[in-house]
């Protein structure tokens, strides 16, 4: 199975800032490469599919990059309601495979 | 409104089965895969099978094959998840969710459902 890495597994920034996580694969995926969101308590939601698009409805300040093994998530003006833990998912190859998460937590 | 509603909170013991409702409203029911994917407790996601709705087709992770079956009724736009044999690390929240691709495997989960939490406990 590949293994999706991210890092940082928390972080926490300022209202306003502007934050990256970074997932890398154990293999070359290409660039199918998910984001979703986790809110405390709450089912995922989905953010970026094919490592750049954005999912219908998702804000404009969510954005992602990458290929092959290294993506990065990019939050622009983060606010309390980003608060979330943050997941990258690989659908390459089977099976999918999830990163661990990224904890966020606001400053 | 696009939305899928699991079925509630189950606490069973250690040999006992479970059966997970999903039900789909505001879309094609048979248009998009359903996969499950369950999140135990301070945990990561783990993919464990998709059905398909329209064929009534199923794969299932090898880790879950031979415990896990997979199956819908399309007139109440419905898919269902069972694990059998339970054991405690199968505590877990169960998530349903939707697949991007039309009447085909995208491996994209576009929809989730909100969860049904699985407690094992003797």
């Known amino acids: 199975d590949i293994q999706m890495t991210q890092s940082p597994s928390s972080l926490s920034a300022s209202v306003g800032d502007r934050v990256t996580i970074t997932c890398r694969a154990s293999?070359?995926?290409?660039?199918?490469l998910a984001w979703f969101q986790q809110k405390p308590g709450k089912a995922p939601t989905s953010l970026i599919y094919?490592?750049?698009s954005l999912q219908s409805g998702v804000p404009s300040k969510f954005s992602g990059s990458g290929s092959g093994t290294d993506f990065t998530l990019t939050i622009n003006s983060l606010q309390p309601e980003d608060l979330a833990t943050y997941f990258c998912q690989q659908y390459n190859s089977y099976p999918p495979t999830f990163g661990q998460g990224t904890r966020l937590e606001i400053k | 409104q696009v939305h899928l509603v699991q079925s509630g909170a189950e606490v069973k013991k250690p040999g006992a089965s479970v059966k997970v409702s999903c039900k789909a409203s505001g879309y094609t029911f048979t248009g998009h895969y359903i996969h499950w994917v369950r999140q135990a407790p301070g945990q990561g996601l783990e993919w464990m099978g998709w059905?398909?709705?329209?064929?009534?087709?199923?794969n299932s992770a090898q880790k879950f094959q031979g415990r896990v079956t997979m199956t819908r009724d399309t007139s109440i736009s419905t898919a269902y998840m069972e694990l059998r044999r339970l054991r405690s690390d199968d505590t877990a929240f169960y998530y349903c969710?939707?697949?991007?691709?039309?009447?085909?495997?995208?491996?994209?989960?576009?929809?989730w459902g909100r969860g049904t939490q699985v407690t094992i406990s003797a």
């Open positions: 094919a490592a750049s």
């Open positions: 969710a939707r697949d991007r691709g039309d009447y085909r495997l995208y491996w994209y989960f576009d929809l």
């Open positions: 293999q070359d995926i290409n660039n199918y």
């Open positions: 059905i398909n709705p329209d064929s009534g087709d199923t």
